[in-house]
């Protein structure tokens, strides 16, 4: 091959590349606007020819477009090639999606079984389920990894959890139970609470909050609780 005719197709081979790339932009922009329907096409024959790269879009834009069916068959498809126990969480969110709610179920048992015979899932898992707003699941994949495995704990983890769910009460408990186990997170849960707490003494959170310290404080002695509830204090301009 001489030089030239090599020079040529390294032209060739650089040009196609760089439309393969500025066309990819192009509809990664449209389907970070949502226009799913502009570019399903597109990543139905990507995912054909790359399915590990391409299956997280080409399902949300199937859940977009309302395709569920199409959606089941893409999930069980990528099942069948990878064996991921983990997708059964995406399947029985397009079950639920359906109204499929004992389907739904069934899927979300069926991943959580996975924690049970590797509990080091659990955060992944866990991760998962809180994508879709699955909060009451996110948190029993932590629970079922602790009652596994009881060395290892999520306090933290379970109260980002029960905040998303509105659960002051069990929010607290594990917070304060960290900050117990792992004085180090210490300026980490405080500023966490400072963001549910207000100046209004009678705000449920603060006196939810002040209940749980009187109490570790009377049952540990810990500085830091004695610490947090002083802050508290402060920040309610009752201090002193």
């Known amino acids: 091959?001489?030089?030239?005719?090599?020079?040529?197709?390294?032209?060739?081979?650089?040009?196609?590349?760089?439309?393969?790339?500025?066309?990819?932009?192009?509809?990664?922009?449209?389907?970070?606007?949502?226009?799913?329907?502009?570019?399903?096409?597109?990543?139905?024959?990507?995912?054909?020819?790359?399915?590990?790269?391409?299956?997280?879009?080409?399902?949300?834009?199937?859940?977009?477009?309302?395709?569920?069916?199409?959606?089941?068959?893409?999930?069980?498809?990528?099942?069948?090639?990878?064996?991921?126990?983990?997708?059964?969480?995406?399947?029985?969110?397009?079950?639920?999606?359906?109204?499929?709610?004992?389907?739904?179920?069934?899927?979300?048992?069926?991943?959580?079984e996975a924690i049970q015979e590797n509990p080091n899932l659990a955060h992944q898992y866990s991760e998962k389920f809180s994508s879709f707003g699955l909060y009451p699941q996110a948190l029993k994949a932590y629970e079922i990894a602790e009652r596994m495995n009881p060395n290892v704990a999520y306090h933290y983890q379970k109260g980002l959890l029960y905040a998303e769910m509105g659960d002051l009460e069990n929010m607290y408990a594990e917070y304060l139970e960290m900050i117990s186990q792992s004085p180090t997170y210490y300026a980490n849960i405080q500023q966490r609470i400072s963001n549910n707490i207000s100046d209004d003494p009678e705000n449920e959170s603060n006196l939810v909050l002040k209940r749980q310290l009187i109490k570790k404080i009377q049952e540990s002695q810990n500085i830091l609780f004695t610490n947090l509830l002083i802050w508290l204090y402060i920040e309610e301009a009752q201090y002193g």
């Open 1 to 112: 091959m001489n030089k030239r005719f090599a020079y040529m197709l390294l032209f060739v081979f650089t040009s196609i590349l760089a439309f393969g790339q500025e066309e990819a932009k192009r509809y990664m922009d449209l389907f970070t606007k949502g226009e799913y329907a502009e570019v399903v096409d597109y990543f139905e024959k990507q995912y054909r020819s790359n399915a590990t790269n391409y299956y997280e879009t080409l399902r949300i834009c199937y859940i977009g477009l309302k395709r569920y069916d199409d959606a089941e068959s893409l999930i069980k498809k990528q099942q069948r090639k990878t064996k991921n126990k983990i997708l059964f969480i995406d399947l029985g969110y397009v079950q639920q999606l359906q109204k499929q709610e004992a389907e739904a179920l069934e899927s979300y048992n069926l991943a959580l």
